[in-house]
C-alpha cells in the first residue's frame, strides 16, 4: 500500500516569537524540517513526502528539498490559514488508497521506530495516534477547579496521525470546526473510533524558543552514539 507522510510546516510560528517561522529556523546546521523529512525518508523506502509550507517560504521549501538526494519522492504545496486547511491541501494531493501520515513539521525529533509503528497499527486498526501520559498534575479550570485524580485518565496527544486513506479523506470533507485542533478528532467527528500507539517522550513539538534548546541538545545526543 502506498504511503504518504503529509508533513504540516505551513504556520507562523508567532509563540516562537521570531521573524521567521520556527519550522525554517537552524538546529546545529540543519533546518528544523530538514529533521523531519530525514526521519519519514529513513523510515519507508516507498514514503512519499507532501511538505505544506506558506506560499510566501516555497524558496526556503525547495532550498530543504535540495538537500535531499531523493527530491523525486517530496512534493510541495501551500498550506491554508488553519492546520486543518494545510491538512486538507497536503489531503488533496492523496489520490490512491494508501497509509497517511500526517505530521507536525515541527516535531523534528520523531523517531523511524515510531512512525513504522504508527504505519503498522494503521493498517491493522485503521489508525494509529502517537499518545504519552502526564507526567504534571492536571487541572481542569473551565466551570471550577476540577482536580484530574489520575493522570492515566490523561493523554498528551502527539503526531504522526496516521490513518487509512479510506478513514481520513472522507473525514475531511466535513467543514472546519474549532475543535479542529488535530487529525484524530476530525475522524472521530465523522464517526470513526481513533486509537491511540505509545508515543515518545522525545517527540517535542518546537514551539517556544526553549524547545529549541532541547531538540539542539538532544540532536547533539544523538550524533554522539
Ligand atoms: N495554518 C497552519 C498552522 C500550523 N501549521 C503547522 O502545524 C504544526 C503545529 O502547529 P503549531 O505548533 O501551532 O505551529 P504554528 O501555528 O506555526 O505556531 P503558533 O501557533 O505559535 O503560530 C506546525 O508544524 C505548523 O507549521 C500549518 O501547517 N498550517
Ligand atoms: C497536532 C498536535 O500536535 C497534537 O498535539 C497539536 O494539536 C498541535 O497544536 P498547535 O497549537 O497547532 O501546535
Known amino acids: 500500500m502506498k504511503k504518504y507522510a503529509i508533513i504540516v510546516a505551513g504556520g507562523a510560528g508567532t509563540r516562537m516569537g521570531y521573524a521567521t517561522p520556527k519550522q525554517f529556523l537552524l538546529l546545529k546546521d540543519k533546518p528544523v524540517l530538514w529533521y ?24 526556503k521549501g525547495r532550498g530543504i528539498i535540495a538537500l535531499f538526494n531523493y527530491t523525486d519522492r517530496i512534493t510541495m504545496t501551500n498550506g491554508g490559514n488553519t492546520r486543518f486547511e494545510s491538512v486538507k491541501k497536503g489531503l488533496a494531493l492523496v489520490k490512491e488508497a494508501s497509509i497517511v501520515f500526517v505530521h507536525d513539521g515541527v516535531r523534528c525529533l520523531v523517531s523511524v521506530p515510531l512512525i513504522q509503528r504508527c504505519c503498522n497499527q494503521a493498517l491493522l486498526k485503521g489508525s494509529a495516534v502517537p499518545a504519552v501520559a502526564a507526567t504534571d498534575s492536571i487541572r481542569i479550570v473551565k466551570d471550577g477547579k476540577h482536580v484530574v485524580e489520575d493522570r492515566l485518565q490523561v493523554r498528551i496527544i502527539q503526531t504522526p496521525q496516521t490513518f487509512l486513506s479510506s478513514i481520513i479523506l472522507p473525514a475531511f470533507e466535513q467543514p472546519y470546526q474549532e475543535s479542529f485542533t488535530d487529525e484524530a478528532t476530525v475522524v472521530e467527528a465523522a464517526g470513526n473510533e481513533v486509537f491511540l500507539t505509545d508515543g515518545e517522550y522525545d517527540n517535542i513539538k518546537i514551539t517556544r524558543p526553549v524547545d529549541l534548546v532541547v531538540a539542539e541538545r538532544m540532536i547533539e545526543e544523538r550524533s554522539s552514539l
Open 36 to 59: 523531519t523529512i530525514d526521519a519519514f525518508i529513513r523510515a519507508f523506502d516507498d514514503m512519499q513526502i507532501i511538505l505544506v509550507l506558506p506560499e510566501a517560504h516555497f524558496a
